[in-house]
């Protein structure tokens, strides 16, 4: 029975050993992947940036306090209301401050009137001067009375002007034509100095202020044209730089640059992304295209000298136009498909393929 079970074991193995097939003689099949197109890396110059971050703000931005104290009567205006130049907002009650115009004007009356008899005597007296009937003092005295009455003329007409300055500023009234966007009391409130009552913004003009790296302060001149995207219009704009603040913040190390925007449905704290141009250099880079996303992996195919294909992990950079810079994971010279990238598949080999220059 032993020798049965032993003989069928060797009989087993001996047949197994003649279907073998020698490792150096396997033939391997790839898998044909036709249109697609090739290139071979070459580095390339580029206008390289830094990508910082901005905020959108409107051309001006009127914060409208107040300078008296006042029950708000009456509000002529809502957020989101356009307004023009001078354009009454808010009223303040005023009856105090009108009382005291009134009291400042009847000062300057009085003055006035007391100026007028002053100035009279002064020439009935001056007559009199002339002709020896009157000493030195006595004229030097209404000479002076003549100077004290048009001085409290010129003060009671002083006092007058701030009263009906101050009277003003119970009606508060737009600082330019614009958009309110916001209104931060209502009829019936008391309005104290410095209180913030509404914001006006100018919206024919447009800004992103970003806060750009230290190095760039002696680069960075009012002029320069800058890329930004707004995320949430789904667009990029064309800006410029139109302000450059010298101050740069120890803390970050960065310093505040205003780059001017326009274009439809811009609005203030909207948030934009910010290419600044610091120069020239060369690097490797790869049309969109053929960038492959697989999960979390990042990759090109690349081909060998026999066309076989292969799936190459690879670290992206920067983006320019519609190519991206290759950190790692490809070098100079390498060749890549381009074009088809959808096509092919790792260890397929290219049929009828086509290069195209890089």
Not at 65 to 74: F, W
Not at 96 to 102: C, E, L, R, Y
Not at 185 to 191: E, K, L, N, P
Not at 337 to 357: E, F, L, N, R, Y
């Amino acid at each position: 029975m032993h020798s049965m079970i032993v003989l069928l074991l060797v009989g087993l193995s001996l047949a197994g050993c003649g279907n073998k097939v020698s490792p150096g003689k396997a033939e391997v099949k790839h898998v044909e992947v036709p249109g697609v197109t090739t290139a071979e890396m070459k580095l390339s110059q580029v206008d390289d940036y830094i990508e910082t971050s901005g905020t959108v703000k409107a051309g001006k931005i009127g914060v409208i306090a107040s300078r008296i104290m006042g029950s708000v009567i009456s509000i002529a205006v809502q957020e989101g209301q356009r307004v023009k130049s001078g354009q009454l907002l808010l009223t303040i009650d005023d009856r105090d401050i009108a009382q005291k115009v009134g009291a400042a004007r009847n000062a300057v009356e009085a003055a006035r009137q007391q100026k007028h008899l002053a100035e009279v005597t002064y020439e009935r007296y001056a007559k009199l001067y002339e002709e020896k009937a009157l000493s030195r003092q006595e004229f030097d005295q209404v000479e002076t009375q003549k100077k004290v009455a048009q001085s409290e003329y010129e003060r009671a007409k002083s006092m007058l002007g701030e009263a009906q300055e101050v009277h003003g500023y119970a009606h508060v009234k737009a600082p330019f034509s614009g958009v309110v966007t916001a209104k931060r009391i209502d009829s019936g409130s008391m309005a104290v100095p410095g209180m913030q009552l509404l914001t006006v913004e100018d919206t024919s003009s447009f800004l992103i202020e970003t806060m750009a790296d230290e190095k760039l302060s002696s680069s960075l001149r009012p002029g320069t044209q800058v890329d930004a995207k707004i995320d949430a219009l789904g667009r990029d704009v064309k800006g410029k730089v139109s302000e450059v603040v010298p101050a740069i913040d120890p803390a970050s190390r960065t310093f505040l640059v205003k780059i001017a925007i326009s274009g439809e449905g811009l609005k203030t704290g909207l948030y934009a992304k910010v290419r600044i141009p610091s120069g020239k250099r060369d690097a490797l880079t790869v049309p969109g295209s053929s960038i492959v996303e697989k999960g979390q992996l990042t990759g090109v195919y690349s081909v060998d000298a026999k066309g076989v294909i292969s799936y190459r992990l690879v670290r992206t950079g920067k983006h320019y136009g519609n190519d991206v810079e290759v950190l790692s994971g490809l070098n100079a010279g390498d060749r890549i498909i381009v074009t088809g990238a959808d096509k092919a598949v790792d260890g397929g080999i290219i049929s009828g393929q086509t290069q195209a220059g890089k």
